[in-house]
């Protein structure tokens, strides 16, 4: 016995998950949401729910299809900078979810034998599915802000290897260090330059300390590769801030580190947060 589909339909209820979705990974994440970019996404989801019901391969190869589009999606949403894969493996994640809170909704109420027509059998109306997402989108966005906060790190150790030298410094997590190279979209780690003494070299130190950007000029050769020059918008105040990239930046605690690809956002403040000497973004955390 067949079965019949309205494409049309289908297609509504796909875009409009896929965008649900997109916005619980944006405020799991922290990342700031683009309507368009995000619009263009959900239509892509729901262009290929469609297609899917035309397609026939094998379970292996569809899995593979589907986690592909996934990715691209998630490209199309966020960028392809950054942290791509996080965004890809949060996205999945909050789809598979989403949808197990709204099929074990589904059955519950049928099982309740509400007075809901529409939950019986296979067919669901607009209203219950506005529901069911809406409970749904909930306790997922709930879940997963608790998760993300009683899994959160607040301090860390840094080690930083450059030409030759390695420094371990002291790390505080701040959500609010949104810095980012505009050229490579790495994310940035604010140290106090005064704690990298006897790593940094002293030609990048004096160019640092200077508020003028054309000093950047002064610098030759290597040096020269390794700096790039970051708008920054911090509680130290407005304006740029020197970043260099280092050999290795390794990130952990208790000896369990792991080499994290950012760049070093030189300022010369002291004690940067909590008694520490470097604020780490949280995507590098997770």
């Known amino acids: 016995m067949g079965q019949t589909v309205y494409v049309d339909l289908f297609f509504m209820i796909n875009f409009s998950m896929d965008f649900?979705?997109?916005?619980?990974?944006?405020?799991?994440?922290?990342?700031?949401l683009k309507l368009l970019r995000t619009?263009?996404?959900?239509?892509?989801?729901?262009?290929?729910?469609?297609?899917?019901?035309?397609?026939?391969?094998g379970s292996v190869?569809?899995?593979?299809?589907?986690?592909?589009?996934?990715?691209?999606?998630?490209?199309?949403?966020?960028?392809?900078?950054?942290?791509?894969a996080a965004h890809s493996a949060v996205?999945?994640?909050?789809?598979?979810?989403?949808?197990?809170?709204?099929?074990?909704?589904?059955?519950?109420?049928?099982?309740?034998?509400l007075p809901l027509g529409e939950t019986e059998g296979d067919g669901i109306s607009a209203w219950i599915l506005v529901i069911?997402?809406?409970?749904?989108?909930?306790v997922t966005l709930l879940g997963g802000k608790r998760f993300r906060h009683r899994s959160a790190r607040k301090y860390a150790d840094v080690d930083v290897v450059m030409m030759g030298k390695i420094k371990t410094l002291s790390a505080f997590c701040d959500s609010g260090n949104l810095l980012r190279d505009?050229?490579?979209?790495?994310?940035?780690?604010?140290?106090?330059?005064?704690?990298?003494d006897g790593v940094l070299p002293k030609n990048i130190v004096d160019v640092a300390r200077k508020t003028d950007v054309g000093?950047?000029?002064?610098l030759e050769g290597e040096l020269a590769k390794r700096v790039r020059i970051i708008p920054a918008k911090t509680a130290f105040g407005s304006g740029m801030l020197l970043a260099v990239r280092a050999d290795k930046?390794?990130?952990?605690?208790?000896?369990?580190?792991?080499?994290?690809?950012?760049?070093?956002?030189?300022?010369?403040?002291?004690?940067i947060g909590e008694g520490c000497q470097a604020l780490v973004p949280s995507e590098l955390l997770l």
């Open 182 to 196: 505009p050229i490579s979209a790495k994310p940035c780690i604010v140290v106090d330059m005064n704690a990298l």
């Open 249 to 271: 930046i390794l990130l952990g605690e208790n000896g369990k580190m792991r080499e994290v690809d950012a760049l070093l956002a030189l300022c010369d403040a002291g004690e």
């Open 132 to 138: 069911l997402a809406a409970i749904s989108a909930a």
């Open 215 to 218: 000093a950047v000029a002064e």
């Open 39 to 57: 619009v263009c996404a959900a239509v892509i989801g729901g262009i290929y729910a469609d297609v899917a019901l035309f397609m026939s391969v």
């Open 61 to 84: 190869v569809a899995v593979f299809i589907d986690i592909a589009v996934c990715v691209l999606m998630c490209a199309v949403a966020f960028g392809v900078k950054g942290s791509l």
């Open 20 to 32: 649900l979705c997109f916005f619980l990974t944006s405020q799991l994440l922290g990342t700031r």
């Open 91 to 113: 996205y999945i994640a909050v789809s598979m979810i989403l949808g197990g809170f709204m099929t074990a909704l589904f059955g519950l109420l049928n099982r309740a034998k």
